[in-house]
Structure formats: C-alpha cells, structure tokens
C-alpha cells in the first residue's frame, strides 16, 4: 500500500492529538469505528459560547489512512459553527488525501465522527448542566 | 538512535515472504542462460545431454534434502503449482473411491483455495480448526476421516505464525487408511529436517525461492512405493513422465538444486544463528507492555516471529517502522482489509489478530538489524498507543469487550 505525500505528512506530523476532558459541558466527544474493523476514531470539539468550534484534538487506531483523516477534519473543524461542520463530506477527505478506493471507508468514519462528536455537544446542552455521559456509552453514538 | 552506516535500509525481516537467491545459486545458474542454453528434451545432440545431466544433478540434490528418490521430483513453477498439482491430480484420480477431503483452516490459500475449486467440481471438504497454539488436535482429524476419504492436506510449517504439524503422526493415520497425505512443505524445506523415507506422506510441495533460491521453480514429491497416481494438469509434451508438460526451465531447476545443496549442507548451523536472532528480538519486544505472541513457540521454526501489539493496528505500525521490512498477516492477504484467517482460527480477539506483525530473519541478518529493530518498535508502539483511543480506554480501565461497538 502506497500512501499520498499528504497522508504520509498527517501521519508522520499528526495535528492536535490528544484529549479533552469528555465531561466538560463545552466538549463534544465522538467515538466511532470498531477494534474488530481495525479503525476506532474519537474525536473531540470545543464549542465556545458564540456556538464556534475553537478547538479540536483527535485519537485514532487504524491505518494510516484512517489517522490521516482524522488528523485533517480536527484542523478543518477548527473556526466553524456546528451546522458548518456539519457539512463536512467524507468526499472532501477522499480528495484531499487522494485516498485509494479501498480506504474511502476511513473518510466516511472521519465524517462521522465529526457528526457524532456534534450529537454529544448538542445532547449535553439539551440536558441540565453538569450531566456527563457514561464513557463506556459513548462508542455507540455513531 | 543514528543509523549504523553498516546496516542497509530497509532491513529485511520478511524472509518467510520470500529470500534473496544466495549468491551461490545465482553463480550455478548463469551458465545456463547463454553458455549452456540446450533444451534438456533435445535428446538428438550435446546441447540437450548438457543440459538434461545439470536437471538431473538438481533433482538428485532437491530429492537429497529431503530423503527422496530423485524418480519422485517433479518440476513445477512453485508451491502454488505444485500444491495444485497434487490436489486436483489426486482427487482426479482418486474420486471413484471416494469424494471427501480433508484439510485446515489455517492453510496457505494454494491449498484452500484449490480445495474451495474442488468443491466447485463436487467434491467434500471439511475443514478442521485448529488448537489455540496452531496445532491440530489428532483426535479431532481421526475422527473427520471417513470411509470415503482419499485425500488429507496439511501444511508442515504454517506461513504465518511458523508452527510445526506433526506430520509423521498424521502420516501413520492416514497411511493405515489408505488415504492419500499432501504436505505443503513451502515453509518448511532447509528450515527443519525432512526425511522422506520415513514419513508416511505420499505428496510434498516445495518452492525454491524460499530457500534462497529462484522464483518461478517448485517442485512436487510424487512417492512411487506405495505408488500415487495422480491426473495431470497440464498437458503438451509429456515432461516429467507425462504429469507437468512444458519445456523444462534449467536455469531456474539449476538454481533450486543448488540452493536446496547448500540448504541440506549449512541448514544445522544457519538455523543455529537464526533461532539465536529470533530469540534475541522475542527478548526485546516481550519488553514492550501489552504484547502477545501468536503460536506455540517450541514448535516452530528457528527464524519465525509473529507478534501482535495490542491497541495499535498493524497497518499503520508497518507504515511507522518503514525501515524494517515485515508484514501484517501474511503477504498474499494484506492488500485486503480482513485481519488475518490464520490468527481469527487461533481463537485470537479481531484487535489482536488486527495487531499482528510478522517478523522472519534469515540467512544475512544481523544482531545490529535485530537490536535496531527493538529500538525501532518500542519508539513507534509508543508513540501510536499514544494516539490510540482503544490505549486510553485500557488505561483508564475499561473493558474494551464490554463497549458496545458501533460495526461499520
């Protein structure tokens, strides 16, 4: 499997990798994927009071496509309000990583994973502050 | 860690995928692509009684290596062809006596894929699984066999994970039986001694370019007492007492000859110095928290280890160890997304089986390769469970088995 320049560089130089405390009101969490598909991608935003993504960090286990993909959505995320993340298409990674048709799969969990991570912020403000999600719950938002 | 300028990169640790012809072997063969260029059927002039003595000098050393009388060698273009040849030519054969057959689930794909051919034309198959170490349990294969067997298959030594069958058991029962036992000793030949002789194995598949051979040449044990017939598979001239048609490739035969002599020759001493390198990079990587090794580590061979490192996925480990050459599974299935048949037939978790790393050394590596190796993977094990979310979760104690995983 040969990689493109770019995925190579989101793997070897991944972006914002790393956590944010899940039961933080202003932190949205997505957890998809699953370890007997070979890819488990978390990714996480924070929102801030103007309803912008000002930050996001992301862990993944998968190939590097699938690190690559989620690499790139934290920075894409990254300024926009939710319904602009939420047009985010799995397409777009497809082109900007120049993903073979055999790793599209890893796009469409990174689009998911923004989605998922979205549903949790917006369920959080829906409930009464300070209400966290169980973690083990969580996997299943997608 | 600087990169020794002794060291050539990447360093090859996929001796199991295939291995360098052994300069030996290239010497033997030159001759015979210009100087010595007779085609060995040309029975009328000099070219051709040259070039006929070199195939039989190869054939009397491949037949050497493994207790066999050279009658009983024939040429193929490799374990796959051979592999073929042997199942298809003896359920041919054979299916008025019988139509079931009996294999492994951890087989190459040469044999299960030929097998799943066989189904196709009407034959029956079982499959047997195997036990948690990789080796077959005796009692279950016994206990598949049936009056209307005529053909086992197993492999001598897995691809993967390098265990070792206990074919001379397997060969008592089945001799008992009059089945016919094909053994695909691909992964085998110049690892541990094979004797021939005294198995009770009727068909032997051989490849030369895992023996520091050439590609492109194999070799087929066809025993004649107790005599096994088989169909051929290939038609035309009637080479090789009329079961493999096609001009002989002397060059190639020259080279496996050759490769197989030094194998019979150097094979107690190489092994020697290979297990000591497998054992000295297993001391190393065990190191590392979380690691497992996949299959029984007695029996198996000297210069086979197969490692998974839980909570990273193999694919993007090899992309991080670019320097070292090894594969994920085995190298006919990686291209695809499955995990690995072979350790999902172990028993082993989808993760684990999606966290493996094969590692094979052979004859030209070194300690400084195997200790820079070591180097190499405990940095980038790291380093990738520090972007793993499945390392977080196991971190902060949660049972990864109880997360209701969303499949996609």
């Known amino acids: 499997m040969s990689y493109s320049a770019k995925v190579v560089d989101h793997y070897e130089n991944p972006r914002n990798v790393g956590s944010f405390d899940r039961s933080d009101a202003s932190v949205g969490t997505g957890m998809v994927g699953a370890p007997a598909c070979g890819d488990v991608m978390k990714l996480q935003i924070r929102v801030n009071q103007d309803g912008i993504i000002e930050d996001a960090r992301f862990k993944t286990y998968g190939c590097g496509s699938a690190i690559a993909s989620s690499s790139l959505v934290t920075e894409w995320v990254k300024g926009k309000t939710l319904d602009q993340a939420m047009q985010i298409r799995n397409t777009q990674i497809v082109e900007e990583l120049a993903l073979p048709p055999v790793k599209i799969h890893c796009s469409i969990l990174a689009e998911d994973a923004i989605k998922a991570a979205i549903a949790d912020y917006r369920a959080k403000r829906e409930d009464e502050p300070g209400a966290s999600l169980a973690p083990s719950k969580l996997a299943a938002a997608a | ?143 598949a066999l049936r009056p209307d067997t005529i053909l086992v298959s ?177 190298a006919c299935t990686s291209a695809s997304l499955e995990p690995s048949y072979v350790l999902r037939a172990l028993g082993r978790s989808d993760e684990l089986a999606h966290s493996s790393i094969r590692f094979t050394v052979g004859r030209f590596t070194t300690r400084e390769e195997i200790a820079y190796t070591i180097e190499l993977l405990r940095r980038k094990v790291s380093r990738l469970r520090d972007m793993s979310p499945l390392w977080e979760m196991h971190g902060e104690g949660v049972d990864l088995d109880s997360v209701q995983w969303a499949a996609h």
């Open chain 2, 154 to 330: 197993v492999m001598m030594v897995n691809n993967e994970i390098g265990v070792i069958q206990d074919i001379e058991a397997i060969g008592e029962l089945c001799r008992g039986r009059g089945i016919v036992f094909h053994v695909d000793a691909a992964q085998a030949s110049g690892k541990i001694p094979i004797d021939l002789a005294r198995l009770k194995v009727d068909l032997m598949s051989f490849s030369a370019h895992k023996t520091y051979g050439p590609k492109g040449v194999g070799a087929l044990y066809v025993r004649r007492k107790p005599r096994v017939r088989l169909e051929a598979q290939i038609h035309g001239g009637g080479h090789e007492r009329g079961l493999r048609s096609g001009t002989l490739p002397t060059h190639q035969i020259v080279g496996m000859g050759e490769a197989f002599r030094i194998a019979k020759e150097e094979m107690s001493s190489d092994n020697e110095r290979i297990r000591a390198l497998r054992d000295q990079l297993w001391s190393g990587l065990s190191e590392i928290p979380e690691v497992y090794l996949n299959g029984d580590m007695h029996r198996r061979v000297p210069h086979n280890l197969n490692v998974s490192f839980n909570f990273v996925e193999g694919e993007s480990l090899i992309m991080a160890i670019k320097e070292v050459a090894v594969s994920s599974g085995s």
């Open chain 2, 1 to 143: 860690m600087a990169k020794s300028d002794r060291m050539r990169f990447p360093i090859y640790l996929d001796y199991s995928a295939t291995t360098p012809a052994d300069p030996r072997v290239v010497d033997a063969m030159l001759p015979y692509l210009h100087e010595k260029f007779g085609n060995p059927a040309s029975r009328s002039h000099a070219f051709g009684w040259e070039t006929e003595r070199a195939v039989e000098q190869a054939r009397e050393q491949v037949a050497a290596l493994v207790g066999a009388d050279p009658r009983e060698i024939v040429w193929t273009s490799g374990a796959t062809e051979s592999i073929n040849l042997a199942l298809k030519g003896a359920a041919q054969f054979y299916r008025d006596k019988g139509r079931h057959l009996v294999t492994v689930r951890t087989e190459h794909k040469a044999t299960l894929d030929t097998t799943r051919e066989l189904e196709r034309c009407g034959f029956e198959v079982t499959y047997l699984d195997v036990k948690p170490d990789g080796l077959l349990d005796l009692q279950q294969l016994e206990a």
